[in-house]
């Protein structure tokens, strides 16, 4: 089993910065893929960036391509979202999930949930 603890959300303003953590322990961290999804309040979860168990292949929505970066460090099993300009909004919970090899979009797919971070970006 693979138990996931998130890190780093918080309140930002809009046009910062901020980097979400997720670190892993138990289980083979490197040969999951790893994603990030968000979710507001009254909807579903979005996909928002994947990264595929060798890092070769990453995946964004299309409204984060250019702005958010994923990352991974096997060594110190943990996945990393790098937000950058960010954008006002209602507060939204950041989770990251795992499933292995490759990173799909539809979190029905996952094995592994992280608790979740907030992040509220105010303008």
């Known amino acids: 089993q693979v138990q996931l603890v998130e890190s780093g959300g918080g309140l930002v303003q809009a046009g910062g910065s901020l980097r979400l953590s997720c670190a892993a322990s138990?289980?083979?961290?490197?040969?999951?893929?790893w994603s990030w999804f968000r979710q507001a309040p009254g909807k579903e979860s979005a996909f928002v960036a994947g990264?595929?168990?060798?890092?070769?292949?990453?995946h964004y929505a299309d409204s984060e391509k250019g702005r958010f970066t994923i990352s991974r460090d096997n060594g110190e099993k943990t996945v990393y979202l790098q937000m950058n300009e960010l954008k006002p909004g209602a507060p939204e919970i950041y989770y990251c999930?795992?499933?292995?090899?490759?990173?799909?979009?539809?979190?029905?797919?996952?094995?592994?949930w992280g608790q979740g971070n907030q992040l509220t970006v105010y303008s």
């Open positions: 999930a795992g499933r292995n090899v490759a990173a799909r979009p539809a979190p029905h797919e996952y094995e592994y």
């Open positions: 990264i595929s168990w060798h890092s070769v292949n990453t």
């Open positions: 138990g289980g083979d961290f490197v040969r999951y893929a």
